[in-house]
């Protein structure tokens, strides 16, 4: 098994844990924190196994993302995810930052 930017979980809830979920596209949105993705080979394609964020009221929410399958490279990744969310309008930069310090890839 290999990972690529595995995150530290301190302080994040486990995904099934958490009893709301939001899509990327409500307001109430304020940070996409983690974007999981898993598969059998780094040649793709991955799932996605969860998405996490927090709310305006700082708590943690399971986040509805359209991206639920991607391709195996990490650039193609990120250009999946930014072309879903323009699609949709959402600002990714603004909830995430820097896109690659939030996704993890398991494989």
Known sequence: MSEI????DSGILHADTIDVTLD???PRLVAITRI???GDSWAGP???????G???DGNQVRVRIPCYQVPGKA??????LVAAA???GVYLKGLCGDIGEVVSILW
């Open 24 to 26: 990327w596209t409500d």
């Open 36 to 38: 999981r993705f898993i």
């Open 54 to 56: 927090r709310d305006a």
């Open 46 to 52: 991955f799932d996605l196994s969860y998405c996490l």
């Open 86 to 88: 323009k699609r949709d």
């Open 5 to 8: 930017n595995g995150l530290d």
């Open 75 to 80: 650039s193609l990744i990120k250009a999946e």
